[in-house]
């Protein structure tokens, strides 16, 4: 007889907050396309395991406005009128 996991409510919102806490930290530059923790090319394998998390959820991390440094590569924040900045 197979084995059977058993996977509860708060063990899947403790998995969700670890993962929102590696995709916060560990962060795709967009002026060098490099992981801002720990400088490995591309979106690295820590994020790549915690977008895994939300995949299989069907949740979406938080998003941080900024958090990838548009700025390094020329980019500047627009108002657009009709639409409401959203923090």
Do not use: I, K
């Amino acid at each position: 007889m197979a084995a059977a996991n058993t996977y509860y409510a708060v063990s899947a919102d403790q998995a969700l907050s670890e993962a929102q806490a590696v995709l916060d930290e560990h962060v795709t530059s967009s002026s060098t396309g490099r992981c801002l923790a720990c400088d490995s090319l591309g979106p690295c394998w820590r994020r790549e395991s915690a977008t895994r998390v939300f995949s299989r959820t069907l949740r979406l991390p938080t998003r941080q406005p900024g958090a990838t440094r548009p700025e390094l590569v020329g980019a500047v924040r627009l108002s657009v009128p009709g639409l409401r900045a959203t923090r």
